[in-house]
């Protein structure tokens, strides 16, 4: 996504409608949607009459700071990452779910903490198989049910090796269910009395992992499953492609919810956390 | 919801639309321009929907405004018909070798597209069209992969060739056609691992199958929630391999499915099935007109379009030869009780006022003054005339009346009130024929309400 507006203002040496027409469809074509775009502009609009600019250039950075703080992770985002932690993990199939919590487990791992996996999804056909595979890479433990068992019996087992391992980091893989909300939001919730009662005090963090590739349908699902369980941010995968990613603005606009960590390949170290600044910048360079 | 605030945008544009008879530039661009929102929203492709919209421009401007449309309806039901025209054909068909010759299918796409699930759901419906297939394992890179493979080859009865994850593409496919040939398949689908569009190598890995093996169809996977870069991928997939179709998959969710009319665009390659969830019999045929009017998102308006077209058959003839009447002053109970057939036709004063943009606020009022069960009421009133009292309201006197109010089975305070709206309405007809005279098409009560409203 790197340079995605330099054309922009290299092309135009005013500041007119084919201008603002322009920035629409570049912001469009990012995803953003066409009614986030249109509000971005809108915003830019009143600036640059309220501040009486006419050069292009000049009112790059009220977009910039406009952009970042649709972006910005608020202070403490990551303050799960020094805790003892349970990290839900949550999205549709297909998404990368299982792909995130193998790299998620990797780099937690590598900074020296105490990684296990939970294999919650016992929905989906070989999830608990493609998970042990990143619990292998990834070098930390999982622990697994068969297809078709009860979740919470999963989780309750993976507590149980929790506290006796004294495990930094918990990360639960969850069923990839949005079409039956009633089951996924009764799972979530069994799930989280279960922690409530059995390993309480441990810091709670809500990921929904969304498809960088996807285009408004992520605004859909993210309000869906933040009706389901309150959410904390978001993990943004696949952004190697060509794909802009850029619904991330439109999520947190519209529902507060920060991205936190982007995928960028299918490699166990292509995971990062996410820099508004940098993110936002590089759009610009 | 995102879907009502566009309805409502769109109703009180529609307002705007004033004009009669043929389509205005001006018309045609403000509807157009909601279009192109709701085109953009489903995630319909910026630079398709541009040339989409310019080329229904060019149709629309000039054309007559159909009988019971306003002119932004007029304008929507050419932009679905070019919608299903681009989306076009239906119910293509997979091409397949005849007899015990060996077809064999490529699928692609990028990670995460649901091939895997898609392919095991296409190789249960051809087991069901009486086909033989076998499902190969050609993704050796995502774990847990050829176990998914296998178990959904299971639950669809299909067998499923593997040779662990050490082995190349190009061989694994060639000796599952071998083996499909030893053991009488005649269809082979190779599941590929998902790729990016990007990824020089993976994509090479597509081409050398295509080289070492003879492929007949290449079938293209595409999430239906894909945003703006579904172009992107699918005319380099295209390009780059070249598919032949296309299935659709994850359209059961509530995904607007804006990629499908991208890709159409970019390849002009057929969709063949769209993919309707986890279970592995949701495999559906593509259906053009759905897929339009799901990706529109305006299908309130489309029904009433429809139902306009369905009756303005009947609806011409009659109207026409009231107007005829109506000119010469005539109006009896005859003219008011087909006024309100073709009223019931349009499916009901309610539905019809539902269904009219700018009417989903005002409902409510207007129920209030006119009840559909008023008006059934009123047909019962006029049902229980004789011929000659419809024909000639004059007669009209007390006891007659009395027996009308007796065979509706209303009170006759009730009748005596509408045959004073009779003729209340029969004083107002005389004085504006040339209300009826400029407007050709709904007439009566139908086309009364339509300039009213």
Same mark, same amino acid.
């Given at each position: 996504?790197?340079?995605?507006?330099?054309? &922009?203002?290299?092309?135009?040496?005013?500041?007119?409608?084919?201008?603002?027409?322009? &920035?629409?469809?570049?912001?469009?074509?990012?995803?953003?949607?066409?009614?986030?775009?249109?509000?971005?502009?809108?915003?830019?609009?009143?600036?640059?009459?309220?501040?009486?600019?006419?050069?292009?250039?000049?009112?790059?950075?009220?977009?910039?700071?406009?952009?970042?703080?649709?972006?910005?992770? @608020?202070?403490?985002?990551?303050?799960?990452? /020094?805790?003892?932690?349970?990290?839900?993990?949550?999205?549709?199939?297909?998404?990368? *779910?299982?792909?995130?919590?193998?790299?998620?487990?990797?780099?937690?791992? /590598?900074?020296?903490?105490?990684?296990?996996?939970?294999?919650?999804?016992?929905?989906?056909?070989?999830?608990?198989?493609? &998970?042990?595979?990143?619990?292998?890479?990834?070098?930390?433990?999982?622990?697994?049910?068969?297809?078709?068992?009860? @979740?919470?019996?999963?989780?309750?087992?993976?507590?149980?090796?929790? /506290?006796?391992?004294?495990?930094?980091?918990?990360?639960?893989?969850?069923?990839?269910?949005?079409?039956?909300? /009633?089951?996924?939001?009764?799972?979530?919730?069994?799930?989280?009395?279960?922690?409530?009662?059995?390993? @309480?005090?441990?810091?709670?963090?809500?990921?929904?992992?969304?498809?960088?590739?996807?285009?408004?349908?992520?605004?859909?699902?993210?309000?869906?499953?933040?009706?389901?369980?309150?959410?904390?941010?978001?993990?943004?995968?696949?952004?190697?492609?060509?794909?802009?990613?850029?619904?991330?603005?439109?999520?947190?606009?519209? &529902?507060?919810? @920060?991205?936190?960590?982007?995928?960028?390949?299918?490699?166990?170290?292509?995971? *990062?956390?996410?820099?508004?600044?940098?993110?936002?910048?590089?759009?610009?360079? | 919801?995102?879907?009502?605030?566009?309805?409502?945008?769109?109703?009180?544009?529609?307002?705007?639309?004033?004009?009669?008879?043929?389509?205005?530039?001006?018309?045609?661009?403000?509807?157009?321009?909601?279009?192109?929102?709701?085109?953009?929203? $489903?995630?319909?492709?910026?630079?398709?929907?541009?040339?989409?919209?310019?080329?229904?421009?060019?149709?629309?401007?000039?054309?007559?405004?159909?009988?019971?449309?306003?002119?932004?309806?007029?304008?929507?039901?050419?932009?679905?018909?070019?919608?299903?025209?681009?989306?076009?054909?239906?119910?293509?068909?997979?091409?397949?070798?005849?007899?015990?010759?060996?077809?064999?299918?490529?699928? =692609?796409?990028?990670?995460?597209?649901?091939?895997?699930?898609?392919?095991?759901?296409?190789?249960?419906?051809?087991?069901?069209?009486?086909?033989?297939?076998?499902?190969?394992? =050609?993704?050796?890179?995502?774990?847990?992969?050829?176990?998914?493979?296998?178990?959904?080859?299971?639950?669809?009865?299909?067998?499923?060739?593997?040779?662990?994850?050490?082995?190349?593409?190009?061989?694994?496919?060639?000796?599952?056609?071998?083996?499909?040939?030893?053991?009488?398949?005649?269809?082979?689908?190779?599941?590929?691992?998902?790729?990016?569009?990007?990824?020089?190598?993976?994509?090479?890995?597509?081409?050398?199958?295509?080289?070492?093996?003879?492929?007949?169809?290449?079938?293209?996977?595409?999430?239906?929630?894909?945003?703006?870069? $579904?172009?992107?991928?699918?005319?380099?997939?295209?390009?780059?391999?070249?598919?032949?179709?296309?299935?659709?998959?994850?359209?059961?969710?509530? $995904?607007?499915?804006?990629?499908?009319?991208?890709?159409? $665009?970019?390849?002009?390659?057929?969709?063949?099935?769209?993919?309707?969830?986890?279970?592995?019999?949701?495999?559906?045929?593509?259906?053009?007109?759905?897929?339009?009017?799901?990706?529109?998102?305006?299908?309130?308006?489309?029904?009433?379009?429809?139902?306009?077209?369905?009756?303005?058959?009947?609806?011409?003839?009659?109207?026409?030869?009231?107007?005829?009447?109506?000119?010469?002053?005539?109006?009896?109970?005859?003219?008011?009780?087909?006024?309100?057939?073709?009223?019931?036709?349009?499916?009901?004063?309610?539905?019809?006022?539902?269904?009219?943009?700018?009417?989903?606020?005002?409902?409510?009022?207007?129920?209030?003054?006119?009840?559909?069960?008023?008006?059934?009421?009123?047909?019962?009133?006029?049902?229980?005339?004789?011929?000659?009292?419809?024909?000639?309201?004059?007669?009209?006197?007390?006891?007659?009346?009395?027996?009308?109010?007796?065979?509706?089975?209303?009170?006759?305070?009730?009748?005596?009130?509408?045959?004073?709206?009779?003729?209340?309405?029969?004083?107002?007809?005389?004085?504006?024929?040339?209300?009826?005279?400029?407007?050709?098409?709904?007439?009566?009560?139908?086309?009364?309400?339509?300039?009213?409203?």
């Amino acid at each position: 996504m790197a340079g995605f507006f330099a054309k &922009l203002f290299g092309g135009f040496s005013q500041i007119d409608d084919d201008f603002y027409e322009e &920035l629409f469809e570049m912001l469009v074509l990012g995803d953003v949607g066409a009614r986030t775009a249109d509000d971005i502009v809108e915003k830019l609009k009143e600036q640059v009459k309220e501040n009486h600019i006419k050069n292009p250039d000049d009112c790059k950075e009220f977009l910039k700071r406009n952009m970042k703080e649709k972006m910005l992770v @608020p202070d403490g985002g990551f303050d799960f990452e /020094k805790e003892r932690s349970v990290i839900f993990i949550i999205g549709v199939n297909g998404v990368g *779910k299982t792909t995130t919590i193998g790299k998620l487990a990797s780099m937690f791992k /590598k900074e020296g903490k105490r990684v296990l996996l939970a294999a919650a999804d016992t929905f989906r056909a070989a999830a608990t198989e493609q &998970l042990r595979e990143w619990a292998d890479r990834a070098g930390v433990e999982m622990v697994g049910g068969k297809e078709g068992q009860d @979740p919470s019996s999963v989780l309750f087992d993976a507590i149980a090796s929790a /506290k006796a391992k004294t495990v930094d980091v918990l990360l639960v893989d969850t069923a990839g269910r949005l079409h039956n909300k /009633k089951n996924l939001m009764d799972e979530l919730e069994k799930m989280n009395r279960l922690i409530n009662s059995y390993y @309480p005090l441990v810091h709670r963090e809500n990921l929904v992992v969304l498809d960088g590739t996807t285009g408004q349908n992520a605004l859909n699902q993210a309000r869906e499953f933040s009706q389901v369980t309150k959410l904390t941010g978001f993990v943004m995968t696949k952004m190697d492609g060509t794909a802009k990613g850029g619904i991330a603005v439109a999520i947190q606009s519209e &529902l507060g919810i @920060p991205v936190k960590y982007i995928g960028t390949g299918e490699k166990i170290d292509d995971i *990062k956390r996410f820099d508004a600044d940098e993110y936002v910048e590089g759009l610009f360079s | 919801m995102a879907f009502e605030s566009l309805s409502d945008k769109l109703q009180n544009t529609f307002k705007k639309l004033r004009s009669k008879g043929l389509l205005t530039e001006d018309d045609v661009k403000t509807a157009l321009k909601e279009v192109k929102m709701a085109l953009l929203e $489903a995630d319909v492709n910026f630079k398709v929907v541009k040339q989409f919209i310019n080329s229904v421009q060019e149709r629309a401007v000039g054309q007559d405004v159909m009988n019971g449309l306003n002119p932004g309806q007029m304008v929507i039901k050419i932009v679905n018909e070019e919608l299903v025209e681009l989306m076009g054909p239906e119910c293509a068909e997979i091409d397949f070798l005849p007899g015990k010759a060996i077809t064999v299918l490529m699928m =692609c796409g990028l990670q995460g597209a649901g091939k895997t699930t898609a392919t095991a759901k296409l190789a249960g419906a051809l087991v069901k069209k009486g086909k033989r297939p076998l499902l190969v394992a =050609c993704d050796i890179y995502r774990p847990g992969a050829i176990k998914q493979l296998q178990i959904n080859g299971e639950k669809v009865n299909v067998p499923v060739f593997e040779m662990g994850d050490n082995n190349s593409p190009v061989n694994i496919a060639k000796a599952a056609i071998e083996h499909a040939s030893k053991n009488d398949n005649n269809v082979v689908i190779l599941d590929t691992a998902g790729r990016l569009h990007i990824d020089e190598e993976m994509m090479e890995e597509l081409i050398l199958i295509k080289d070492n093996v003879d492929v007949h169809q290449t079938i293209l996977v595409v999430d239906a929630m894909t945003g703006q870069d $579904a172009v992107t991928v699918a005319d380099e997939f295209n390009s780059r391999i070249g598919i032949d179709g296309v299935i659709l998959s994850k359209m059961d969710g509530d $995904a607007r499915g804006g990629a499908a009319l991208s890709v159409k $665009a970019v390849t002009r390659k057929p969709i063949f099935f769209v993919g309707m969830g986890e279970k592995l019999t949701d495999l559906e045929q593509f259906y053009p007109d759905r897929m339009a009017n799901r990706i529109l998102g305006m299908g309130d308006v489309l029904s009433l379009i429809e139902k306009a077209e369905e009756n303005i058959a009947i609806d011409e003839e009659t109207s026409k030869d009231m107007v005829g009447r109506l000119k010469k002053g005539k109006f009896d109970y005859n003219d008011y009780l087909e006024s309100l057939k073709q009223m019931n036709n349009l499916g009901g004063l309610s539905s019809i006022l539902g269904m009219l943009p700018g009417m989903g606020v005002k409902m409510k009022d207007i129920e209030g003054q006119i009840d559909e069960k008023q008006l059934k009421q009123t047909e019962a009133i006029i049902l229980s005339m004789t011929k000659e009292e419809r024909a000639n309201p004059k007669i009209m006197s007390l006891p007659r009346k009395g027996r009308i109010a007796k065979g509706a089975g209303v009170d006759i305070a009730v009748v005596n009130r509408f045959v004073k709206q009779f003729e209340q309405t029969q004083k107002m007809m005389k004085q504006m024929p040339g209300m009826f005279g400029k407007k050709k098409g709904m007439g009566g009560l139908g086309g009364m309400f339509g300039n009213f409203f």
